[in-house]
């Protein structure tokens, strides 16, 4: 199953116009930032043991912080999503899976 650029981009736009989606996305965002800075930090100081140790601590920081703050993606799309963009979601993917466009 090929998707073509233009299919993807179709299922982007009609995902980005659900709010929860776009918090999601910048939360999920900021947690990785965190997650990311603090295992960088733990290498400079502890070399490769404090990239592991930075990660874990890191991702645990990130974690709690976003605590309710946002759901997952399959979450907001079984429920936050309307029907209609569902619908135009599923026709975006299928498509372009057939490959009717020259992809193949």
Known sequence: MVLAYNDIMELLRVLSEDRNLRVTVTESGKGALVAGGVAGLGGLVLGPIGLAVGGTVGGCL???????????????????????????????????????????
């Open 62 to 104: 990130a974690a709690y912080m976003g605590q309710g703050k946002f759901k997952p993606l399959a979450l907001v799309i079984m429920e936050d999503i309307k029907d209609e963009q569902r619908v135009q979601m599923v026709n975006a993917v299928v498509v372009g899976g057939e490959g009717t466009r020259g992809d193949r």
